[in-house]
């Protein structure tokens, strides 16, 4: 009786640890890879088609939508939802910060407004892919964390929608982490 | 010249603020993170403190060893393999990505000279600088 007991507990203990060691760091970096990866083809596919002319390499535009690619591929480790949270928490103490948030916005807005309509559509297309990469492995890097979040946060939410300040506070998110990606990718 | 001293300075304030959020954030990940290893140990210690003193540790271990039967450790054996064959796998990964980012980024140069890099490792793997 007492070796099934005994057993027991080294199977379970195996297995737990086991289960630790896959999450916390087989897992991890192997979302750090995928998001690195899927960063890497996009700004490869933008190299492509600055080099085929779509516009040219010392333009602010490219620069500014590059670096911050780099600074996300840079710091793809760092970028989970715990981090996130305390970005915003200690941004909404700082009120100088708080002016910077926008940072990012203006810079692309100042950089595209000298391009051809054409051109600042693919340059948007670029950054709401980036978005789409960055929210998925915002996911993946803390799914547990996520979904306890979610379940709290989609009510939350709802009433954030109804006074219309949801799509605001997304807004100002995004503009918050390209900020620092820009600034980290110099 | 005014303007661009100020974006300077608002860059580095955002890379400042970011390192004090990534140090907040890391400690809080390593409490998660080690939080966890530390509950499986506890909790294997609680299960063996009820039958301390019943059997020696050799005798209990020898015994669970010698009938630790084929369906048990037949799921282990496919889930270690598994590990193993990932963390290979991985390695060649790296080492591909290393053989073909040199060409890449020469080439590159090339049509960009003033090409901007990610300062990551030449495997693709994290600074060893930006690790916290």
Redesign the interface.
Known sequence: M??I???S??????????L?Y?Y?F?YK?CV??YF??NMFERRDSL?DE??DGLTS??HPAY?TL??T???Y??????L?L??IL??RL??SY?P??KE?IK?FQAQIDGATAGLPPDVRIKIEEYRKKMHLQMAKHIFFASPIMCIMILSFALPVSFVFCLTGSLKRNIHNNINRLE??A????? | MAEKKASEA??????K??A???I???V??NI??WS??VA??Y??YQ??EV?AG??TLFD??F??MS??KAA?SLP?AV?FSG?GY??FY?RQNKKTIEHFEYRKTKL?KK??P???????TRQ?E??PG???
């Open positions: 007492i070796e007991y005994c057993e507990i080294i199977i379970n203990t195996l297995a737990l640890g086991c630790w896959l916390f087989l970096q750090v890879d690195r990866q190299f600055v080099a390499f010392d620069g590059r670096r690619m780099n600074g591929i840079r710091f793809a480790h760092q989970d715990g981090k305390v970005t200690m941004a700082n100088a910060l910077d940072e900020s620092t820009l600034a980290s990718g110099y | 608002n860059r580095l304030e955002w890379a603020f970011s004090i959020a990534d907040i954030g890391s809080l990940n998660i993170k966890g290893i499986v140990c909790f294997a299960s063996i039958i019943k059997e209990l271990c015994n669970v009938n630790t048990t282990f889930g590990i990932g963390l991985r590159e049509s960009d003033g090409r901007k890099s990610s300062n990551i693709g994290t600074r930006d690790k916290l």
